[in-house]
């Protein structure tokens, strides 16, 4: 990952570079305006795009956040240590939880996500870095596991309403959902089918991005 950021917020140097990086390297600037945010099932679980510190304190505000889940995991950049910081000052859960937007989830992390959102303080919140895919991703877990039927959990958290291209590499991830649809829902549980039938290989040859969408998503957007 792209970085300017040195690891340090003890001095106003490194809390300067910090801003710079987040602002400048990791397009924070286009989220000051931006939240990409709202509920996945209200009071329970919430989504965003990387929140600057000021905007996770006014989600906390609005919404009662106590913990945070983060998708990206520990990039080591200004972002990151900016929200961390936010974190800890306003004493809340933090997990990482790192995902790819691009490639077939892992079955670990799947599993290791689906555990995370059961066992968190409620109410959460998730965020990657644009808060279209991944955020998305661990939303349609979520309202699964809460006996969401597939279709409608796919049509309200990995849509254009949230940015999210699917046909671009991110489409990967409905095609997760829709082979889960295809081969077990309404026989299986979500999570047995996980653990027991799913097959990354197969995901990945059964998915072909367009062209467009790869350009936008990966050049334009430049999502993770």
């Not at 995902?99 to 965020?127: F, K, N």
Request: proline content about 5%; some cysteine.
């Amino acid at each position: 990952m792209d970085t300017i950021f040195r690891g340090g917020l003890d001095t106003p140097g490194g809390r300067r570079l910090a801003w710079m990086d987040s602002l400048l390297v990791d397009h924070a600037v286009l989220r000051l305006a931006w939240t990409n945010a709202g509920a996945v099932i209200p009071g329970r679980l919430y989504r965003c795009n990387h929140p600057t510190p000021g905007r996770l304190t006014a989600l906390v505000g609005r919404w009662g956040i106590r913990t945070v889940i983060n998708l990206r995991g520990a990039t080591g950049n200004g972002s990151d240590a900016l929200s961390r910081e936010r974190a800890r000052q306003l004493g809340l859960f933090f997990v990482d939880m790192p995902l790819s937007s691009g490639q077939p989830p892992a079955r670990d992390s799947v599993l290791a996500l689906a555990a995370a959102l059961q066992t968190m303080e409620e109410p959460g919140l998730v965020h990657c870095k644009s808060g279209a895919d991944r955020a998305g991703f661990a939303g349609v877990v979520f309202l699964l596991l809460n006996g969401v039927p597939t279709a409608e959990a796919l049509a309200a958290q990995l849509s254009l309403r949230w940015g999210h291209l699917a046909r671009s590499r991110a489409g990967i991830l409905d095609t997760f959902f829709q082979a889960y649809a295809l081969e077990a829902e309404g026989r299986k549980a979500f999570l047995d089918w996980v653990r027991e039938d799913y097959d990354p290989d197969a995901i990945a040859r059964s998915f072909v991005p367009g062209r467009c969408g790869r350009f936008i998503n990966d050049r334009v957007l430049r999502r993770e």
